[in-house]
């Protein structure tokens, strides 16, 4: 099993961020992110079917959604914070087994 994430970079707060994922045959699927000197945590996820589930801090401003014929599930991060600086990382279980893609570092200034 692969995950394959894109889409990090740099934004200045206000702005929106789009992240990527795509993997093939797991599910569920979502995202976490990892600050600096921070344990990972969880931002946004696909918990069952089509139930989403957020961290507080991102309700509101980031949504969760898939396009399931690309296998690919999508973070839309809008209204940007500097405390949203940090590694994300697409997540993915399957057969009780998590499965991580490579980080993506999304910056945003103030």
């Known amino acids: 099993v692969q995950l394959q994430a894109s889409g990090g970079g740099l934004a200045q707060a206000g702005e929106s961020l789009r992240l990527s994922c795509v993997g093939s045959?797991?599910?569920?699927m979502g995202w976490y992110r990892q600050a600096p000197g921070k344990p990972r945590e969880r931002v946004a996820l696909?918990?069952?079917?089509?139930?989403?589930d957020y961290a507080d801090s991102v309700k509101g401003r980031f949504n969760i959604y898939r396009d399931s014929a690309e296998n690919t599930v999508y973070l839309q991060m809008n209204n940007l914070k500097p405390e949203d600086t940090a590694v994300y990382f697409c997540?993915?279980?399957?057969?009780?087994?998590?499965?991580w893609g490579q980080g993506t570092l999304v910056t945003v200034s103030s």
């Open positions: 045959g797991i599910d569920p």
């Open positions: 696909f918990t069952s079917g089509s139930i989403t």
């Open positions: 997540w993915g279980s399957r057969q009780l087994r998590d499965y």
